[in-house]
């Protein structure tokens, strides 16, 4: 089950964290840091056990970041980290944003959520924030992936898109 996480799970997520942090694929991050953020992190619980984390953190002005994205590898292949960026996806939506990013080594699975692949300079304040104090700053291997969630509703499209035969100056022939 995904669930926000609470202050009982601030252990189970650092130690799901370290040994990636201390592989270089995701950046540290310490208990203090994971509580004061807390209420951007979702959790994979299952039987009482957290499996995998991640987070939605704001990046600007309708921009956030699927961040520390972390399975654990005894449940890899599973669907857990597809399960935590759609929570992430979804709760991007509910809270407004238009764009969801993240960077990744797993790009096939960001992908078949409609992320596609970006450029860095489309992400300059993260590359300004959070690139600037990675150790892999000037070697970074993650690939940028991004999606964007605004949509058009039908409703809010013109009458005259909505229904073409409404407007008689637009006639099927014309499409022909």
């Not at 799901?16 to 942090?21: E, F, G, K, Q, S």
Request: aromatic share 6%; net charge negative.
């Amino acid at each position: 089950m995904i669930r926000k996480a609470t202050l009982p799970d601030i252990d189970a997520i650092h130690t799901l964290l370290v040994p990636r942090a201390q592989a270089g694929t995701v950046l540290p991050r310490s208990r203090e840091d994971i509580e004061s953020n807390l209420r951007d992190i979702f959790v994979f619980e299952n039987e009482g056990r957290v499996l995998g984390t991640c987070s939605l953190v704001h990046m600007g002005e309708k921009l956030a970041e699927v961040r520390s994205l972390v399975v654990d590898s005894e449940f890899g292949r599973k669907g857990i980290g597809t399960a935590l960026i759609q929570a992430c996806i979804d709760d991007a939506l509910e809270l407004g944003y238009e764009r969801i990013f993240a960077l990744t080594y797993v790009v096939p699975v960001f992908a078949n959520l409609g992320f596609h692949v970006a450029n860095m300079s489309e992400l300059p304040y993260k590359v300004w924030k959070d690139c600037q104090t990675c150790p892999k700053k000037n070697n970074c291997d993650e690939t940028a992936v991004i999606r964007d969630l605004v949509t058009v509703k039908v409703e809010d499209l013109p009458e005259v898109l909505r229904d073409p035969d409404s407007d008689p100056a637009i006639s099927i022939e014309d499409f022909s």
